[in-house]
């Protein structure tokens, strides 16, 4: 098996745990924290996507879809055009509210082909292209997609939790 048919799998997964934890949920239960402080199924999904879409279209020089595909204007959310929710106060993620469980499925499905198909043309040598010097050592293709991997099963886990929670 390919490298990149393990990141083909492993972004499919994500995608599975997404609609899986979205399915059946209102703007209520959507927006709700648990706690005070805590992130809201909608703030989780969203973030998660909008790494997603930042650091594959990034890596692999693509337009975000976010933009180019008008899903900032869609969901609405008033943020900056740049903002993928790193760094984000309590206050903040409170601003992420999301009107149906479509349009986080929608804009995560988009990103999601987005990055299969750039996935899809991999070779094992893309893998080693460093894309990103600020770090030491540099960020290599195949560290930024692992890293984005993980990044995002941890927030899908924790919506699965903030879901149960509900």
Not at 50 to 68: E, P, T, Y
Request: hydrophobic content about 40%; charged content about 25%; aromatic content about 6%.
């Amino acid at each position: 098996m390919h490298a990149k048919d393990i990141l083909i799998d492993g972004f499919g997964r994500i995608r599975e745990e997404v609609h899986a934890v979205v399915e059946g949920l209102g703007p209520d239960e959507l927006n709700a924290r648990p706690g005070p402080d805590a992130n809201s199924v909608a703030w989780l999904v969203w973030h998660l996507t909008r790494v997603q879409d930042d650091h594959v279209a990034d890596a692999f020089g693509l337009d975000q879809a976010w933009l180019s595909q008008g899903w900032e204007k869609r969901l609405g959310l008033g943020l900056s055009h740049r903002d993928t929710g790193y760094g984000h106060t309590s206050a903040q993620v409170a601003e992420v509210r999301v009107g149906s469980g479509d349009l986080l499925t929608g804009y995560h499905d988009a990103v999601h082909g987005q990055t299969l198909e750039a996935l899809r043309g991999l070779t094992a040598a893309d893998l080693e292209r460093v894309v990103d010097e600020r770090w030491d050592p540099p960020v290599t293709l195949g560290v930024r997609l692992v890293s984005v991997l993980s990044d995002d099963l941890q927030h899908v886990g924790q919506a699965a939790y903030a879901r149960g929670l509900l």
